[in-house]
Protein backbone atom coordinates (compact mmCIF):
# COMPACT_ATOMS: atom_id res chain seq x y z
CA UNK A 1 0.00 0.00 0.00
CA UNK A 2 2.89 2.38 1.02
CA UNK A 3 4.34 3.76 -2.80
CA UNK A 4 7.98 4.31 -1.10
CA UNK A 5 7.92 7.42 -3.55
CA UNK A 6 6.71 9.35 -0.73
CA UNK A 7 9.02 7.81 1.73
CA UNK A 8 6.41 6.80 4.52
CA UNK A 9 7.48 3.98 7.14
CA UNK A 10 5.71 0.87 7.69
CA UNK A 11 5.07 0.28 11.14
CA UNK A 12 3.37 -3.10 12.43
CA UNK A 13 0.82 -5.44 11.05
CA UNK A 14 -2.87 -5.61 12.49
CA UNK A 15 -5.66 -7.39 11.13
CA UNK A 16 -5.06 -9.10 8.23
CA UNK A 17 -2.04 -7.55 7.72
CA UNK A 18 -3.16 -3.94 7.86
CA UNK A 19 -0.62 -1.68 7.75
CA UNK A 20 -0.37 0.89 10.15
CA UNK A 21 1.78 4.04 9.26
CA UNK A 22 3.22 5.87 12.17
CA UNK A 23 3.59 9.23 11.85
CA UNK A 24 6.89 9.51 9.27
CA UNK A 25 9.40 12.04 9.57
CA UNK A 26 8.92 15.53 8.24
CA UNK A 27 9.80 15.67 4.38
CA UNK A 28 12.37 17.33 3.23
CA UNK A 29 10.63 19.67 0.59
CA UNK A 30 6.96 20.36 0.76
CA UNK A 31 4.73 18.82 -1.41
CA UNK A 32 2.09 20.46 -3.26
CA UNK A 33 -0.85 17.80 -1.66
CA UNK A 34 -4.64 18.13 -2.86
CA UNK A 35 -7.71 16.04 -0.16
CA UNK A 36 -9.93 14.79 -2.31
CA UNK A 37 -13.44 15.28 0.54
CA UNK A 38 -16.51 12.90 0.50
CA UNK A 39 -19.78 13.29 0.43
CA UNK A 40 -19.74 16.19 3.19
CA UNK A 41 -16.73 18.70 2.14
CA UNK A 42 -17.43 21.25 4.35
CA UNK A 43 -17.08 19.03 7.35
CA UNK A 44 -14.44 17.58 5.86
CA UNK A 45 -12.08 20.60 5.78
CA UNK A 46 -13.34 21.50 9.04
CA UNK A 47 -11.95 17.98 10.50
CA UNK A 48 -8.78 18.38 8.55
CA UNK A 49 -8.34 21.96 9.50
CA UNK A 50 -9.16 21.13 13.38
CA UNK A 51 -6.30 18.53 13.19
CA UNK A 52 -4.15 20.24 10.98
CA UNK A 53 -4.36 23.98 11.58
CA UNK A 54 -0.80 24.51 9.84
CA UNK A 55 -2.44 23.95 6.47
CA UNK A 56 -5.40 25.86 7.05
CA UNK A 57 -3.32 28.57 3.96
CA UNK A 58 -4.76 25.90 1.48
CA UNK A 59 -7.54 26.93 -0.83
CA UNK A 60 -10.99 25.08 -2.32
CA UNK A 61 -10.65 23.70 -5.56
CA UNK A 62 -14.55 22.94 -7.47
CA UNK A 63 -15.90 22.95 -3.51
CA UNK A 64 -14.28 19.10 -2.72
CA UNK A 65 -11.19 19.35 -3.33
CA UNK A 66 -8.37 21.27 -0.95
CA UNK A 67 -4.98 21.85 -2.47
CA UNK A 68 -2.30 23.29 0.18
CA UNK A 69 1.46 22.77 0.63
CA UNK A 70 2.10 20.17 3.01
CA UNK A 71 5.10 18.10 4.33
CA UNK A 72 3.81 15.02 6.07
CA UNK A 73 3.25 11.34 4.39
CA UNK A 74 0.06 11.32 2.34
CA UNK A 75 -0.64 7.97 4.26
CA UNK A 76 -0.29 9.08 7.30
CA UNK A 77 -2.45 11.81 7.10
CA UNK A 78 -4.87 9.80 5.47
CA UNK A 79 -5.23 7.76 8.20
CA UNK A 80 -6.13 10.53 10.93
CA UNK A 81 -8.97 11.69 9.20
CA UNK A 82 -12.80 10.04 8.25
CA UNK A 83 -14.01 12.66 5.84
CA UNK A 84 -10.74 12.52 2.99
CA UNK A 85 -11.28 9.82 0.44
CA UNK A 86 -8.25 10.44 -1.68
CA UNK A 87 -4.84 12.63 -1.32
CA UNK A 88 -3.14 13.35 -4.34
CA UNK A 89 0.17 14.93 -5.21
CA UNK A 90 0.32 17.35 -8.16
CA UNK A 91 2.15 16.40 -10.85
CA UNK A 92 5.04 19.62 -11.34
CA UNK A 93 6.05 20.94 -14.41
CA UNK A 94 3.80 20.37 -16.86
CA UNK A 95 2.69 22.08 -19.77
CA UNK A 96 -1.07 23.64 -20.73
CA UNK A 97 -0.55 22.70 -23.97
CA UNK A 98 -2.75 19.41 -24.60
CA UNK A 99 -0.10 17.84 -26.60
CA UNK A 100 3.25 18.45 -24.59
CA UNK A 101 0.75 17.70 -21.49
CA UNK A 102 -0.03 14.41 -22.41
CA UNK A 103 4.02 13.14 -23.40
CA UNK A 104 4.99 14.89 -20.35
CA UNK A 105 2.09 12.28 -18.45
CA UNK A 106 3.18 9.53 -20.13
CA UNK A 107 6.62 9.75 -19.42
CA UNK A 108 5.92 10.49 -15.43
CA UNK A 109 3.73 7.27 -15.76
CA UNK A 110 6.57 5.16 -17.24
CA UNK A 111 8.49 6.41 -14.15
CA UNK A 112 6.83 6.30 -11.43
CA UNK A 113 5.61 2.06 -12.56
CA UNK A 114 9.08 1.93 -13.81
CA UNK A 115 9.95 -1.40 -11.41
CA UNK A 116 6.81 -3.29 -13.03
CA UNK A 117 7.27 -4.94 -16.25
CA UNK A 118 3.60 -3.84 -17.45
CA UNK A 119 2.16 -0.39 -16.80
CA UNK A 120 -0.78 -0.01 -15.46
CA UNK A 121 -2.86 3.41 -15.06
CA UNK A 122 -6.25 4.87 -14.97
CA UNK A 123 -7.30 9.04 -15.23
CA UNK A 124 -10.28 10.86 -13.42
CA UNK A 125 -11.41 13.84 -14.83
CA UNK A 126 -12.91 16.24 -12.57
CA UNK A 127 -14.97 19.83 -14.25
CA UNK A 128 -12.91 19.14 -17.36
CA UNK A 129 -14.92 17.70 -19.87
CA UNK A 130 -12.29 18.19 -22.95
CA UNK A 131 -10.02 15.86 -21.20
CA UNK A 132 -12.46 12.87 -21.69
CA UNK A 133 -9.78 11.54 -24.32
CA UNK A 134 -6.72 12.04 -22.05
CA UNK A 135 -6.49 8.51 -20.84
CA UNK A 136 -6.39 6.67 -24.53
CA UNK A 137 -3.91 9.45 -26.01
CA UNK A 138 -1.82 9.11 -22.96
CA UNK A 139 -1.89 5.42 -23.52
CA UNK A 140 -1.00 5.61 -27.42
CA UNK A 141 2.13 7.99 -25.94
CA UNK A 142 3.44 5.61 -23.79
CA UNK A 143 3.27 3.01 -26.57
CA UNK A 144 5.28 5.62 -28.49
CA UNK A 145 7.76 6.05 -25.72
CA UNK A 146 8.51 2.23 -24.88
CA UNK A 147 8.36 -1.47 -25.28
CA UNK A 148 6.52 -2.27 -21.93
CA UNK A 149 2.86 -3.25 -22.24
CA UNK A 150 0.19 -0.95 -21.03
CA UNK A 151 -3.28 -1.04 -19.39
CA UNK A 152 -5.65 1.85 -19.25
CA UNK A 153 -8.11 1.04 -16.81
CA UNK A 154 -11.30 2.43 -18.78
CA UNK A 155 -14.37 3.23 -16.30
CA UNK A 156 -18.12 4.36 -17.32
CA UNK A 157 -17.57 7.66 -14.64
CA UNK A 158 -15.21 10.03 -15.08
CA UNK A 159 -14.42 9.76 -11.71
CA UNK A 160 -12.66 6.41 -10.65
CA UNK A 161 -13.19 5.22 -6.83
CA UNK A 162 -11.16 4.74 -4.01
CA UNK A 163 -12.08 0.85 -4.43
CA UNK A 164 -11.34 0.99 -8.34
CA UNK A 165 -8.27 2.32 -7.70
CA UNK A 166 -7.12 -0.09 -4.49
CA UNK A 167 -8.62 -3.26 -6.69
CA UNK A 168 -6.72 -2.21 -10.01
CA UNK A 169 -3.45 -1.68 -8.54
CA UNK A 170 -3.37 2.24 -9.44
CA UNK A 171 -1.06 3.38 -6.64
CA UNK A 172 2.79 3.55 -7.41
CA UNK A 173 4.55 1.67 -7.34
CA UNK A 174 1.88 -1.16 -9.08
CA UNK A 175 -0.02 1.64 -11.15
CA UNK A 176 -0.70 5.15 -11.37
CA UNK A 177 -3.91 7.02 -11.40
CA UNK A 178 -3.99 10.61 -12.95
CA UNK A 179 -6.62 13.00 -11.85
CA UNK A 180 -7.07 15.98 -14.58
CA UNK A 181 -9.19 18.88 -12.48
CA UNK A 182 -10.25 22.46 -13.80
CA UNK A 183 -9.21 25.21 -11.27
CA UNK A 184 -10.48 28.72 -12.81
CA UNK A 185 -9.13 28.02 -16.37
CA UNK A 186 -5.79 26.21 -15.55
CA UNK A 187 -5.63 22.29 -15.35
CA UNK A 188 -4.06 20.88 -12.47
CA UNK A 189 -2.89 16.88 -13.27
CA UNK A 190 -2.28 14.82 -9.50
CA UNK A 191 -1.04 11.78 -9.35
CA UNK A 192 -2.85 9.40 -6.23
CA UNK A 193 -0.62 9.07 -3.20
CA UNK A 194 -3.45 7.89 -0.59
CA UNK A 195 -6.62 6.93 -0.76
CA UNK A 196 -9.03 5.77 2.24
CA UNK A 197 -8.97 1.89 3.38
CA UNK A 198 -12.82 1.15 1.88
CA UNK A 199 -12.72 -2.35 3.15
CA UNK A 200 -11.45 -1.11 6.70
CA UNK A 201 -14.57 1.20 6.89
CA UNK A 202 -17.02 -1.57 5.92
CA UNK A 203 -15.62 -4.20 7.68
CA UNK A 204 -15.70 -1.45 10.89
CA UNK A 205 -19.38 -0.86 9.92
CA UNK A 206 -20.92 -4.13 9.21
CA UNK A 207 -18.33 -6.58 11.37
CA UNK A 208 -18.82 -5.24 14.62
CA UNK A 209 -20.78 -6.83 16.87
CA UNK A 210 -23.62 -4.87 18.66
CA UNK A 211 -24.51 -2.93 15.93
CA UNK A 212 -28.05 -1.50 16.12
CA UNK A 213 -29.59 0.09 13.39
CA UNK A 214 -33.16 0.48 15.09
CA UNK A 215 -31.50 2.17 18.18
CA UNK A 216 -29.86 4.64 15.36
CA UNK A 217 -26.75 4.04 13.88
CA UNK A 218 -23.49 6.86 13.36
CA UNK A 219 -22.02 5.97 10.39
CA UNK A 220 -18.53 5.72 11.57
CA UNK A 221 -17.26 7.62 9.08
CA UNK A 222 -18.64 11.14 10.89
CA UNK A 223 -18.25 9.13 14.68
CA UNK A 224 -14.38 9.85 13.09
CA UNK A 225 -14.78 13.26 11.98
CA UNK A 226 -16.92 14.24 15.50
CA UNK A 227 -13.64 12.92 17.60
CA UNK A 228 -11.30 14.73 15.21
CA UNK A 229 -12.91 17.86 15.39
CA UNK A 230 -13.03 17.57 19.38
CA UNK A 231 -9.41 16.49 19.03
CA UNK A 232 -7.77 19.33 17.40
CA UNK A 233 -4.11 19.04 17.84
CA UNK A 234 -3.87 17.03 20.89
CA UNK A 235 -2.22 14.03 20.99
CA UNK A 236 -4.48 11.61 21.03
CA UNK A 237 -2.86 9.00 23.59
CA UNK A 238 -2.67 11.28 26.49
CA UNK A 239 -6.65 12.10 26.16
CA UNK A 240 -9.99 10.82 27.57
CA UNK A 241 -13.08 10.83 25.91
CA UNK A 242 -16.45 10.14 26.76
CA UNK A 243 -19.88 9.32 24.53
CA UNK A 244 -22.67 9.97 27.41
CA UNK A 245 -25.28 8.56 24.67
CA UNK A 246 -22.98 5.79 23.56
CA UNK A 247 -25.72 3.68 21.54
CA UNK A 248 -23.68 0.60 20.31
CA UNK A 249 -20.62 2.22 20.98
CA UNK A 250 -19.22 4.00 17.28
CA UNK A 251 -17.94 6.68 18.65
CA UNK A 252 -16.06 4.61 21.80
CA UNK A 253 -15.17 1.82 18.67
CA UNK A 254 -13.04 5.06 16.39
CA UNK A 255 -11.94 6.58 19.45
CA UNK A 256 -10.14 3.58 20.19
CA UNK A 257 -8.71 2.94 16.80
CA UNK A 258 -7.55 6.68 16.63
CA UNK A 259 -5.48 5.76 19.90
CA UNK A 260 -6.76 7.33 23.04
CA UNK A 261 -5.82 6.83 26.09
CA UNK A 262 -9.00 6.48 27.84
CA UNK A 263 -12.26 6.17 26.74
CA UNK A 264 -15.35 6.03 28.33
CA UNK A 265 -19.37 5.66 27.40
CA UNK A 266 -22.81 5.18 29.13
CA UNK A 267 -25.88 4.76 28.07
CA UNK A 268 -29.30 4.69 29.37
CA UNK A 269 -30.43 1.44 28.34
CA UNK A 270 -28.50 -1.51 29.52
CA UNK A 271 -28.89 -3.53 26.68
CA UNK A 272 -26.94 -0.65 24.59
CA UNK A 273 -24.00 -0.67 26.97
CA UNK A 274 -23.63 -4.45 26.52
CA UNK A 275 -23.46 -4.22 22.78
CA UNK A 276 -20.34 -1.40 23.45
CA UNK A 277 -18.67 -3.14 26.09
CA UNK A 278 -18.53 -6.44 23.28
CA UNK A 279 -17.70 -3.44 20.37
CA UNK A 280 -14.78 -3.13 22.43
CA UNK A 281 -13.77 -6.01 23.12
CA UNK A 282 -14.17 -7.07 19.25
CA UNK A 283 -12.04 -3.78 18.35
CA UNK A 284 -9.41 -4.67 20.97
CA UNK A 285 -8.91 -8.28 19.36
CA UNK A 286 -9.26 -7.09 15.68
CA UNK A 287 -7.25 -4.40 16.08
CA UNK A 288 -4.62 -5.25 19.34
CA UNK A 289 -5.89 -1.74 21.20
CA UNK A 290 -3.63 -2.70 24.12
CA UNK A 291 -3.20 0.49 25.40
CA UNK A 292 -6.72 2.06 25.55
CA UNK A 293 -8.62 2.17 28.68
CA UNK A 294 -12.35 1.58 28.85
CA UNK A 295 -15.38 2.02 31.12
CA UNK A 296 -19.24 1.72 30.14
CA UNK A 297 -21.85 1.92 32.26
CA UNK A 298 -25.26 2.19 32.68
CA UNK A 299 -26.56 6.16 33.23
CA UNK A 300 -28.95 9.03 32.21
CA UNK A 301 -26.86 11.59 30.98
CA UNK A 302 -29.31 14.35 32.03
CA UNK A 303 -28.11 13.49 35.75
CA UNK A 304 -24.44 14.19 36.71
CA UNK A 305 -21.99 11.41 35.99
CA UNK A 306 -21.03 9.77 39.13
CA UNK A 307 -18.86 7.46 37.56
CA UNK A 308 -16.69 9.77 36.04
CA UNK A 309 -14.09 11.33 38.11
CA UNK A 310 -14.62 15.65 38.19
CA UNK A 311 -12.54 17.16 35.47
CA UNK A 312 -10.82 13.81 34.47
CA UNK A 313 -12.55 14.00 30.51
CA UNK A 314 -11.23 15.80 27.68
CA UNK A 315 -13.55 15.50 25.13
CA UNK A 316 -17.22 14.53 24.52
CA UNK A 317 -18.22 13.32 21.13
CA UNK A 318 -21.54 12.17 20.88
CA UNK A 319 -24.32 11.69 18.70
CA UNK A 320 -27.31 11.78 21.86
CA UNK A 321 -30.82 10.55 21.21
CA UNK A 322 -32.41 12.22 18.59
CA UNK A 323 -35.99 11.52 18.98
CA UNK A 324 -38.35 8.97 18.02
CA UNK A 325 -38.28 7.48 14.33
CA UNK A 326 -40.42 9.32 11.92
CA UNK A 327 -42.95 7.23 9.43
CA UNK A 328 -43.16 8.62 5.65
CA UNK A 329 -44.37 12.41 5.84
CA UNK A 330 -44.24 12.73 9.72
CA UNK A 331 -42.80 15.22 12.03
CA UNK A 332 -41.65 15.84 15.87
CA UNK A 333 -44.13 17.76 17.49
CA UNK A 334 -43.21 21.19 18.90
CA UNK A 335 -43.29 19.14 22.62
CA UNK A 336 -41.12 16.68 21.24
CA UNK A 337 -38.69 19.29 20.06
CA UNK A 338 -38.91 21.24 22.92
CA UNK A 339 -38.29 17.72 25.23
CA UNK A 340 -34.74 17.13 23.00
CA UNK A 341 -33.87 20.47 23.91
CA UNK A 342 -34.02 19.74 27.46
CA UNK A 343 -32.71 16.74 27.18
CA UNK A 344 -29.29 18.16 25.22
CA UNK A 345 -29.53 21.33 27.81
CA UNK A 346 -29.32 19.15 31.01
CA UNK A 347 -26.74 16.56 29.67
CA UNK A 348 -24.07 19.78 29.09
CA UNK A 349 -24.76 20.81 32.24
CA UNK A 350 -24.47 17.24 34.23
CA UNK A 351 -20.90 17.07 31.93
CA UNK A 352 -19.64 20.57 33.51
CA UNK A 353 -18.32 18.60 36.66
CA UNK A 354 -16.75 16.11 34.43
CA UNK A 355 -15.02 18.15 31.75
CA UNK A 356 -11.82 20.08 32.21
CA UNK A 357 -11.54 23.70 31.82
CA UNK A 358 -11.00 24.46 28.52
CA UNK A 359 -12.00 20.80 27.14
CA UNK A 360 -14.78 20.62 24.19
CA UNK A 361 -18.14 18.64 23.72
CA UNK A 362 -18.83 17.77 19.82
CA UNK A 363 -22.73 16.89 19.27
CA UNK A 364 -24.99 16.06 16.38
CA UNK A 365 -28.48 17.65 17.12
CA UNK A 366 -31.15 16.69 15.00
CA UNK A 367 -32.67 18.96 12.81
CA UNK A 368 -35.73 18.90 10.16
CA UNK A 369 -34.94 18.69 6.57
CA UNK A 370 -38.15 20.01 5.08
CA UNK A 371 -39.01 22.75 5.93
CA UNK A 372 -35.81 23.55 7.15
CA UNK A 373 -36.20 24.17 11.18
CA UNK A 374 -33.28 23.32 13.48
CA UNK A 375 -33.33 22.85 17.10
CA UNK A 376 -32.56 26.57 19.59
CA UNK A 377 -28.47 26.39 19.88
CA UNK A 378 -28.97 29.25 22.54
CA UNK A 379 -31.72 27.24 24.25
CA UNK A 380 -29.81 24.05 24.20
CA UNK A 381 -26.28 26.10 26.02
CA UNK A 382 -28.42 28.05 28.14
CA UNK A 383 -27.44 28.79 31.48
CA UNK A 384 -24.59 26.09 30.87
CA UNK A 385 -20.32 27.22 31.34
CA UNK A 386 -20.22 25.99 27.47
CA UNK A 387 -19.90 28.76 24.52
CA UNK A 388 -20.26 27.52 20.55
CA UNK A 389 -16.55 27.13 19.13
CA UNK A 390 -17.37 27.86 15.13
CA UNK A 391 -16.06 24.51 13.18
CA UNK A 392 -14.65 26.94 10.06
CA UNK A 393 -13.92 30.87 10.20
CA UNK A 394 -16.83 31.42 8.26
CA UNK A 395 -19.45 28.99 9.20
CA UNK A 396 -20.30 28.27 13.42
CA UNK A 397 -21.85 24.71 12.60
CA UNK A 398 -22.13 22.29 9.70
CA UNK A 399 -25.16 20.73 8.77
CA UNK A 400 -24.72 16.84 7.64
CA UNK A 401 -27.69 15.42 5.25
CA UNK A 402 -27.90 12.17 3.59
CA UNK A 403 -30.37 12.37 0.23
CA UNK A 404 -33.81 10.76 1.09
CA UNK A 405 -33.25 11.67 4.84
CA UNK A 406 -35.94 13.67 6.72
CA UNK A 407 -34.00 14.03 9.95
CA UNK A 408 -30.49 15.47 9.29
CA UNK A 409 -27.52 16.36 12.00
CA UNK A 410 -26.40 19.62 13.00
CA UNK A 411 -22.69 19.37 14.08
CA UNK A 412 -22.03 21.29 16.91
CA UNK A 413 -19.05 22.15 18.79
CA UNK A 414 -19.17 24.06 22.28
CA UNK A 415 -15.76 24.78 24.49
CA UNK A 416 -15.87 25.21 28.47
CA UNK A 417 -15.68 28.58 28.90
C1 LIG B 1 -28.29 7.67 18.28
S1 LIG B 1 -27.99 6.53 19.52
C2 LIG B 1 -26.34 6.81 19.92
C3 LIG B 1 -25.31 6.37 18.93
C4 LIG B 1 -23.95 6.34 19.54
N1 LIG B 1 -23.51 7.70 19.94
C5 LIG B 1 -22.91 5.64 18.72
O1 LIG B 1 -21.75 6.07 18.69
O2 LIG B 1 -23.20 4.58 18.12
C6 LIG B 1 -28.81 7.26 20.90
C7 LIG B 1 -28.66 6.51 22.21
O3 LIG B 1 -29.11 7.36 23.25
C8 LIG B 1 -29.62 6.54 24.30
N2 LIG B 1 -30.38 7.39 25.21
C9 LIG B 1 -31.64 7.91 25.06
N3 LIG B 1 -31.92 8.70 26.12
C10 LIG B 1 -30.85 8.69 26.95
C11 LIG B 1 -30.52 9.34 28.17
N4 LIG B 1 -31.40 10.16 28.78
N5 LIG B 1 -29.31 9.11 28.71
C12 LIG B 1 -28.43 8.28 28.11
N6 LIG B 1 -28.68 7.63 26.98
C13 LIG B 1 -29.87 7.85 26.37
C14 LIG B 1 -30.38 5.46 23.55
O4 LIG B 1 -30.53 4.31 24.36
C15 LIG B 1 -29.48 5.23 22.32
O5 LIG B 1 -28.62 4.14 22.56
Aim: proline letters at 6%; glycine letters at 8%; a positive charge.
Amino acid sequence: MCSGVYGCTKEGYTRKGRIVFLRPKLYTAYMKLIFQFGSQPELSRAELLSRFPNLAHGRVIATRFYSVNCDESPEWLLQQLGGVVKILEVVEGISQKPDEMIVHLADHILKQTIEKPKVVFGVSIINAPEFKGAGLAIKRSIQELSERSVRFVVSRDPELSSATVQLEGLLAPRGVELTFLKDSSQIIVAQTAAIQAFDEWSFRDYGRPGRDAKRGMLPPKLAKIMINLALGIAEPEKMAVYDPFCGSGTVLTEAALLGFGRVFGSDILKQAVDDSKESLVWAKKQFGLDDTEFDVFKHDASQSAQHVKPASIDFVASEPFLGRPLKKGEQLSPLEKQQLVSLYNKTIRALDGVIKPGGRLVFSFPFQVAPRELLPLHEIIADTNFTVDPLLPEQKTILYMRADQRTGRQIVRLVRK
